[in-house]
């Protein structure tokens, strides 16, 4: 003897296998999540925390060494430097380097002194995507300047 299934119970096994993905679909969601980037609103807010408020003003800071292109975003050399006598009354008083397309804009803050000679760092950071990275000097007068570059990323290195 056959059993005819009805269209009610045949709709119904559907919306329970409809619910059964869905809910695989929300549980796996929540297991592994996207990673989220900064906006480019959330890198001007950034600075201006830095700045306090102030636009800061293009000049006096270069990138010495940042690749156009970096084959691989898990580590990208960096060199900032900013032109100052680096005397008792006119020194850098920090740098700071933010990346507009990582999940955290902030990468690096780097405090000078007189006593550190030159207005200059070196390190390594690493860059989810294709993105703009920004440094910006805070000098000892209150002034603050800044420069940016795009820089191509080939392989992300913060998940993207």
């Known amino acids: 003897m ?3 299934i009805s269209p009610m119970q045949g709709a119904r096994r559907d919306f329970l ?7 695989v679909t929300l549980l796996s969601s929540a297991l592994f999540p996207r ?3 900064a906006t480019v609103e959330e890198t001007l807010a950034a600075i201006e925390k830095l700045t306090g408020g102030k636009a800061p003003i293009e000049g006096k800071v270069s990138f010495e060494e940042l690749p156009k292109i970096a084959e691989n975003g898990n580590t990208v050399p960096f060199t900032v430097s900013v032109e100052s006598p680096m005397t008792d009354r006119d020194y850098v008083k920090a740098i700071h380097v933010l990346a507009e397309g990582n999940p955290k804009p902030e990468v690096a803050t780097f405090h000078l002194t ?3 000679g030159k207005a ?21 007068d209150g002034a603050m ?9 080939t392989i992300g290195g913060c998940g993207g």
Request: proline share 2%; no cysteine.
């Open 2 to 4: 056959k059993q005819e």
């Open 17 to 23: 296998a409809l619910l059964g993905a869905g809910g």
């Open 35 to 37: 990673q989220s980037f």
């Open 114 to 116: 007189p006593q550190s």
């Open 120 to 140: 200059w760092v070196k390190a390594r950071m690493r860059l989810a995507r294709t993105q703009n990275v920004v440094a910006v000097a805070e000098m000892s």
């Open 145 to 153: 300047y800044t420069t940016k570059q795009k820089i191509k990323v």
